[in-house]
């Protein structure tokens, strides 16, 4: 990079759906043998696009995969729309009043009570079919699930509502909370409450169970589970202390205006920066509309210019940024600009971005706006 390129206009995101199938396959090289993923792709895939992920998994993994995570009915609805006709599990709870879309889309859906349960039967014996569903376990989140403790009570019950028909019960789940975190013993703990809960299940119910997020795939080997829902890992994000993984995404912009800045110019809103002595601003075609976050200023973020880091000068505008290119002598309107990835020798990581945005990889992932088009490099390639 670094060098003008006419392919690609303003500015864009770069998604390497190569890389996300080999960070699927060292996932899996940590999961017991004959192990299936589900990978979660909700968010539109942790903003890299669902469509296309989905696709380049599902080519690639063939029956490793045993279906796709999403959040959201209306993101169920998406992958369906694509032409996916596999399993789908929607893993939070749906609200009561787009359960008959959820039916009507073929999904799984989690649930989190026994209303949930009987109004999902309901739906199946309307129209003659078996729904099937997964019960969520809280065993620590405390955003979703049945309470671990009390599984004998409502196991019973929701066994009860299953046997008047209309819903198949088919698998049994926990999240975990802190599966990143350097010490796993509260990770361990939860998975000592999901083991007891399901001892209480009565026979035969709830049999596919699954608990690990990708921290947990990878660091516990899915707690020897035969089924994993990653997300993170799969993307290219941190999952935890020594959970390598190869870089997906890259944000790249053009430089559209050089200017060489007097002492005491100023720039940006507020003017904040001032020229000390004699510099040499680039203005980037990018800006917080496109995701890129007001706190970079003064958080001391930079960007790459010609594999070199180039600071981040006042105020993020809506539309652009300006960044110091003294030290790029070479600098040139048209050239291309990195937010995040590699450039030359350089490298701008999610960490890095993460903090100097006082985030977490995922909400960088997840921040950069539809503004940005989003351009593939094949599984194939
Ligand atoms: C998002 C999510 C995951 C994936 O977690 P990662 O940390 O991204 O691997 C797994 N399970 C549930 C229920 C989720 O909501």
Not at 47 to 53: E, I, K, Q, S, T
Not at 152 to 176: K, L, M, P
């Amino acid at each position: 990079m670094g060098t003008t390129s006419t392919r690609q206009g303003r500015a864009w995101v770069e998604v390497d759906l190569g890389a996300v199938v080999t960070n699927a396959e060292r996932l899996l090289g940590h999961l017991p043998a004959g192990a299936r993923l589900l990978p979660m792709v909700k968010a539109d895939a942790y903003g890299l696009g669902m469509a296309p992920v989905a696709a380049a998994l599902a080519r690639a993994l063939g029956e490793r995969l045993w279906g796709f995570g999403v959040a959201a009915v209306a993101e169920a609805a998406a992958l369906r729309a694509e032409g996916w006709t596999g399993r789908i599990l929607v893993c939070a709870p749906v609200a009561p009043s787009e359960l008959e879309d959820a039916a009507a889309l073929g999904v799984r859906v989690a649930v989190s009570d026994l209303a949930a349960v009987r109004r999902w039967a309901r739906w199946g014996r309307r129209w003659g079919r078996t729904l099937p569903f997964h019960v969520e376990i809280d065993t620590g989140m405390g955003r979703a699930g049945f309470p671990w403790r009390a599984a004998s009570r409502w196991s019973a019950r929701v066994a009860a509502a299953v046997a008047e028909g209309g819903a198949d019960w088919e698998g049994a789940f926990t999240h975990f909370h802190s599966a990143d975190a350097p010490d796993l013993a509260a990770t361990d703990e939860q998975w000592r409450r999901f083991r007891w809960a399901v001892t209480r299940l009565p026979e035969g119910m709830g049999r596919l169970r699954h608990v690990a997020n990708s921290a947990a795939a990878w660091r516990r080997g899915g707690y020897g589970l035969p089924l994993a829902r990653p997300g993170i890992f799969l993307y290219g994000g941190e999952a935890g202390p020594g959970t390598p993984n190869v870089p997906v995404v890259s944000v790249r912009a053009r430089v559209v205006r050089v200017a060489l800045a007097a002492p005491g110019a100023t720039v940006g809103y507020g003017a904040e920066h001032r020229a000390a002595t004699s510099e040499r601003w680039a203005t980037i075609a990018l800006g917080y509309g496109d995701g890129y976050r007001r706190a970079s200023w003064p958080a001391g973020a930079h960007v790459l210019l010609h594999g070199r880091p180039a600071r981040v000068l006042g105020r993020v505008s809506m539309d652009m940024i300006v960044v110091d290119a003294t030290g790029v002598p070479q600098v040139r309107p048209g050239d291309i600009a990195t937010l995040l990835g590699r450039d030359g020798d350089a490298t701008i990581s999610l960490a890095d971005l993460a903090r100097w945005w006082d985030t977490i990889d995922y909400e960088v992932l997840t921040g950069w706006t539809r503004r940005l088009p989003r351009i593939y490099r094949g599984a194939d390639e």
